[in-house]
């Protein structure tokens, strides 16, 4: 019995070890990074390694991808647990936002007094934008379609016709030069506005414009293109944003944009999507010192939980439980385990119960079998005349009683069973030694 009940208490043991470990596991999540030379996969690859240092029940292992449409393709074809996805270029079917991690604004660059007044007057015109921005080109041509112009990237040698406005790829350091030389009548820039790249950017504009003649404009009826288009959104710049005097913008300009997501697949649970959340934004300022791009991270703006559920760009009910302070419990989120375990544990523990019993009840037949011998060898004894016989009788007797012996010794067994046999015992041996004596005779 003791040799089971260890083996027992050792297999609950290991059981109990092998639940809290896969409760206590970090959770390995894939995440797929794009675009390439971009922002986001060093802030990814940054939190990443602050999931490992600061000991994160969330771990992310870096997927890389040359383009966010690669990305999005990743995460619905179920290759990557999250993602990073731009919606205006590729939307995956199954994606959920957990983050906003930088939010672009499309704002259109003019020399005060130039040819180019607005969207409307860039027909006929050279349309300034940088060469690395390739992704930003559907956006722009998506617009200029809702005035009839068409995005020509092949035509800014040769003249442009009236309903076309050619593309004039650029590099960064290029684009105040040309713009204040007139190659290009106007630039178009699809940033982040609060970045550092894009103050760099609108300063270089602007002061190769010269005598502060630089124009910042938005997107006229900037709602109803949201209206029309679901994938993009309607971004505020606030006036004065870019400094200057008098400042760049002059007002608050309303545009429209796109935006960089953190994506997870809609199986993912509310409960580890709620975690990877929280783990973005309470260690977003760990993060920010080794990316500043942490610094531009949002959550989906919204104004109630049914907004946020409903979104034509849809939100992980995970990362709402987070925003709204609603995330499972321990208990809420093993419920089920918790319930699973104490139905195995009590299975163990009548098994164990009946285990015991059937032991017992084994040891008990035991020495009931070895006492109605040692009755029978009584008997057996007063008809026996041959010293031989009997001394072999005596032999058996001795070793009924050392097996006695050993199982009241190791394991528990019914003190009055062990009583009766020691009488036995006795008796079997009082009744061999009067036949011996009666036999030597």
């Known amino acids: 019995m003791r040799r089971e009940s260890w083996l027992l208490l050792v297999t609950l043991a290991f059981v109990a070890a092998a639940i809290a470990f896969w409760l206590t596991r970090a959770t390995v999540l894939t995440v797929g990074v794009a675009p390439s030379g971009g922002t986001e ?10 999931s490992v240092t600061r000991r994160s029940g969330i771990r992310l292992e870096i997927v890389r991808f040359d383009g966010v449409r690669e990305s999005a393709e990743a995460l619905a074809a179920g290759k990557v647990d999250l993602a990073v996805v731009r919606p205006d270029i590729a ?4 994606g959920l936002t957990l983050a906003v991690l930088r939010e672009l604004a499309v704002i259109l660059a003019i020399k005060e007094g130039g040819p180019v007044r607005g969207f409307s007057d860039l027909g006929g015109r050279r349309l300034g934008m940088l060469a690395e921005r390739i992704s930003d080109r559907p956006l722009v041509a998506a617009l200029l379609e ?32 040309a713009l204040a030389a007139g190659r290009v009548d106007a630039a178009m820039l699809v940033t ?8 760099r950017l609108v300063k270089l504009l602007d002061e190769a414009a010269g005598d502060r003649s630089l124009l910042l404009l938005g997107i006229p009826d900037a709602a109803a293109v949201v209206a029309t288009s679901p994938k993009l959104q309607a971004v505020t710049v606030p006036a004065g944003l870019f400094g200057g005097d008098p400042r760049l913008p002059e007002e608050d300009l309303s545009t429209v944009g796109s935006s960089y997501r953190l994506m997870a697949r809609a199986s993912l649970s509310r409960s580890v999507a709620a975690e990877v959340t929280q783990h973005i934004f309470e260690h977003r300022a760990d993060v920010a010192a080794r990316a500043p791009a942490a610094d531009d ?17 849809p939100n992980h009910p995970g990362a709402i439980d987070y925003f709204e302070r609603e995330q499972e419990s321990f208990i809420e989120r ?23 019993q059937t032991l017992f009840r084994i040891r008990r037949e035991r020495i009931q079998v070895a006492t109605a011998r040692l009755l029978a060898i009584r008997s057996e004894a007063t008809r026996v005349s041959d010293p031989e016989r009997l ?18 010794l190791n394991r528990r067994a019914d003190w009055r069973l062990v009583e009766a046999a ?20």
């Open 41 to 50: 996969p060093a802030l990814l690859r940054a939190y990443a390694e602050t």
């Open 91 to 94: 939307m995956p079917p199954n």
């Open 146 to 177: 809702r005035y009839g112009l068409e995005l020509r990237p092949d035509a800014a040698s040769a003249a442009v016709p009236e309903e076309a406005v050619a593309l004039v790829p650029l590099a960064e350091e290029e684009l105040g030069p």
């Open 192 to 199: 982040t506005p609060a970045s550092p790249g894009a103050r």
């Open 297 to 313: 991270i949002t959550f989906p703006a919204y104004d109630t939980t049914a907004v946020a559920t409903t979104a034509r760009l």
């Open 334 to 356: 093993y419920e089920s385990w918790i319930y699973l375990v104490a139905i195995f544990g009590g299975g163990l523990g009548s098994a164990f119960a009946w285990l015991r």
């Open 391 to 408: 001394r072999s009788i005596a032999d058996e007797v001795d070793s009924i009683a050392a097996n006695i012996a050993r199982q009241a």
């Open 422 to 441: 020691s009488i036995a015992i006795d008796a079997a041996r009082s009744t061999l030694a009067r036949a011996l004596a009666a036999a030597r005779r």
